[in-house]
């Protein structure tokens, strides 16, 4: 079942959740998984596992065991457990997958934070939980005007209600520490509900948020990535990145998450490289590491004084000059060991498979001829007319 607005309008037509494929209300094609364990059957007296994954508003997912063995499949939308009353929200995943995803993130089928699930949702339920999807945009906007007028330090990011519309959560981002005590007790008089504020980072709310990259794709926190790891600068350093703010920080502010998927294997090619700072040392001088390349292999060094003239090495060179080095041995210089460029251009051979001779055969030889006969026939014209008069 599709969520509140991707359903079909009161007209009959589809409303469509113009959300660029992530859904505004119940985030259909949001951190999906493909269940590649579904076609396998499971060997003979082994139970299947009783606890499915469920999936709520913005991507926000937790599991839940099924002590009635109702016959769930992804996609059917249950009636949960919740403090108090009950939740909404959508199976994402069943099966043993479950089972490794509760083992990846440490959790155990018993623990207090597994909580039930009561019954399948019936019309009722998706009806009431509709009704309280469709107030969550002016509620939000209300409750980011009412902050704004007891001048709080925070932004008002998003809006939850709970699936039987009996409490919402309010989803913001601030600085420092905020002290809503008085913006609890407006929210409750204005919207006559039951409040929770929740705080969440700036990568959360991107998350929640969604929105498209520098790359051109959609974020990655917001369509498949999980878990947020701590990103530093020095990921841009080992990659040899520019440390410009504008372009390593993400929509969020923070630096992007992708500067780590690619760090693994910059540190396993520079493991083999000298480091930076030491200085090779030679009977011309002490030349001093100015660049690496580290898809290539090559190494750039410059004498000290010299610095205009880089002598260019490769990994075994260089790591050949600093044993000599540590055993005292003399080097002459770099030029000895350096690596001359050469530029040799391959020019493709093309063959005459389908017997054409040139490509531009077809093409006029001498075009400026032609051009030089048209005026010499343009200038006799009128001699010759002349003439027979």
Request: charged share 30%; net charge positive; aromatic share 8%.
């Amino acid at each position: 079942m599709a969520c509140s607005s991707c359903s079909t309008g009161k007209d009959g037509k589809p409303k469509g959740c113009k959300n660029n494929g992530t859904c505004g209300t119940d985030s259909c094609n949001k951190l999906t998984v493909f269940d590649w364990l579904s076609n396998m059957s499971l060997p003979n007296g082994v139970e299947p596992f009783n606890c499915v994954e469920v999936r709520f508003k913005n991507g926000r997912k937790h599991f839940f065991k099924n002590p009635e063995n109702l016959s769930l499949s992804m996609g059917d939308v249950v009636a949960t457990e919740a403090s108090p009353g009950h939740d909404v929200g959508m199976v994402s995943l069943t099966g043993e997958l479950v089972r490794i995803q509760m083992k990846k993130k440490k959790i155990t089928p018993d623990s207090d934070e597994v909580l039930k699930i009561y019954r399948k949702a019936t019309q009722k339920d998706i009806e009431v939980w509709e009704e309280a999807r469709a107030r969550e945009e002016k509620i939000k906007t209300r409750a980011r005007e009412i902050a704004i007028r007891l001048k709080l330090s925070m932004k008002i990011s998003d809006i939850e209600f709970q699936g039987d519309a009996s409490k919402a959560t309010f989803y913001y981002t601030a600085d420092d520490r905020v002290d809503f005590r008085q913006l609890i007790k407006e929210f409750a008089r204005e919207f006559n509900t039951r409040i929770e504020m929740r705080q969440i980072g700036l990568r959360q709310e991107a998350a929640r948020l969604g929105g498209i990259g520098s790359c051109g794709r959609e974020l990655c926190c917001s369509t498949w990535l999980t878990d947020f790891r701590s990103v530093s600068t020095s990921a841009a350093r080992y990659q040899q990145l520019s440390l410009n703010p504008q372009k390593l920080a993400g929509q969020c502010g923070k630096l992007k998450c992708c500067l780590n998927y690619e760090l693994d294997t910059y540190l396993e090619s520079l493991k083999t490289f000298p480091k930076s700072d030491i200085k090779l040392h030679t009977k011309k001088g002490t030349a001093v590491c100015q660049k690496i390349d580290i898809f290539k292999g090559f190494l750039w060094y410059a004498y000290e004084g010299e610095w205009m003239t880089w002598h260019k090495l490769t990994v075994d060179q260089a790591n050949q000059i600093i044993e000599a080095n540590k055993k005292r041995e003399g080097v002459g210089s770099l030029e000895e060991f350096e690596v001359e460029l050469q530029m040799e251009e391959e020019q493709p051979d093309f063959n005459n498979v389908v017997g054409q001779d040139s490509l531009t055969r077809f093409d006029n030889p001498h075009p400026k001829k032609k051009r030089r006969n048209k005026k010499r026939r343009k200038k006799n014209k009128p001699s010759s007319s002349r003439n027979a008069k």
